[in-house]
């Protein structure tokens, strides 16, 4: 299952979901549930510039085609999302969102696993961006192991990292 998540039964999925690789035909619904769940990200950063709300859809159906994505489908309805990019020995982890209706059923931490589970042999570090100001985020990656790193975030963003383990 950890290469071929979207091979596992939707029983093992939390709340009967489908797991599966993103194809350029998400783009459109991948780009309105980032617009969505960074809301909160920006009420909690006032003043900062959230990378995902200047995104078009260019630019979502560019990472869909060169990253590794999974989206999750409950009822054919887009409620999840996740990004992998690996970077030298580091792969990066981005857009981690769950509708805002579903949040706080395991989803994100789901494909938070999955997502970690995909990177590729080479890598040696996860990492991601959250918002300096997000507490609750913060929170959430350091249950899942993650810790502030020195590594440069952009303005207002803390980066997050953990080792890869075998």
Excluded at 25 to 54: F, K, M, S, Y
Excluded at 75 to 83: C, E, I, P, T
Excluded at 84 to 101: E, K, N, Q, S, Y
Excluded at 132 to 137: D, P, R, T, V
Aim: with cysteine.
């Amino acid at each position: 299952a950890a290469p071929r998540p979207d091979l596992l039964p939707w029983a093992a999925v939390p709340g009967g979901a489908e797991l599966r690789p993103a194809v350029r035909a998400d783009a459109g619904e991948l780009l309105t549930l980032q617009l969505a769940c960074w809301v909160q990200e920006a009420h909690d950063n006032p003043g900062v510039r959230i990378p995902a709300h200047h995104e078009t859809l260019a630019d979502v159906q560019g990472w869909v085609d060169t990253d590794t994505v999974w989206v999750l489908r409950r009822d054919g309805r887009l409620v999840g999302a996740v990004r992998g990019r690996l970077d030298g020995d580091t792969w990066w982890i981005g857009r981690l969102m769950v509708a805002p209706d579903v949040q706080g059923q395991g989803l994100g931490r789901f494909l938070l696993e999955q997502i970690e589970a995909a990177a590729p042999a080479g890598a040696r570090t996860y990492a991601l961006f959250t918002g300096a100001a997000s507490a609750s985020n913060q929170r959430r990656y350091r249950r899942a192991g993650y810790r502030p790193s020195r590594t440069p975030a952009p303005d207002g963003a803390v980066t997050m990292t953990k080792r890869v383990t075998d």
